[in-house]
């Protein structure tokens, strides 16, 4: 199971038991989980329970995990990176997404 975390521009997933896919409508994600979430201003609300809040290149979450943006490599906290290349985001674990529009499938 993975977790997708967002703030403005940022993702962070763990590591991914199947594809899944999550899309934003307005200000509201949908992910065929059925998990949901909520951004107002720089905070995202997670229907899970999990809250994240951006600072400038840094994200925060209630949880413990944060990361650090740099250029368009992003570290996290857990020891995880993610590199963006145009719409196509590498992660440290193997985990691909790719996002189209709005929705965004990973695997």
Do not use: H, K
Request: aromatic share 10%; glycine share 14%; net charge negative.
């Amino acid at each position: 199971m993975w977790t997708w975390r967002t703030g403005a521009v940022l993702c962070v997933l763990a590591v991914p038991a199947q594809a899944e896919t999550c899309q934003w409508l307005g200000t509201v994600l949908y992910c065929d989980s059925g998990l949901t979430a909520q951004q107002v201003g720089d905070t995202t609300y997670y229907s899970n329970g999990v809250t994240d809040q951006r600072i400038g290149d840094a994200t925060f979450g209630s949880d413990g995990l944060s990361s650090q943006q740099v250029g368009n490599t992003t570290y996290y906290s857990d020891g995880t990176a993610a590199q963006q290349i145009g719409d196509t985001t590498y992660f440290s674990d193997g985990t691909i997404c790719q996002t189209v529009g709005g929705t965004t499938v990973c695997n």
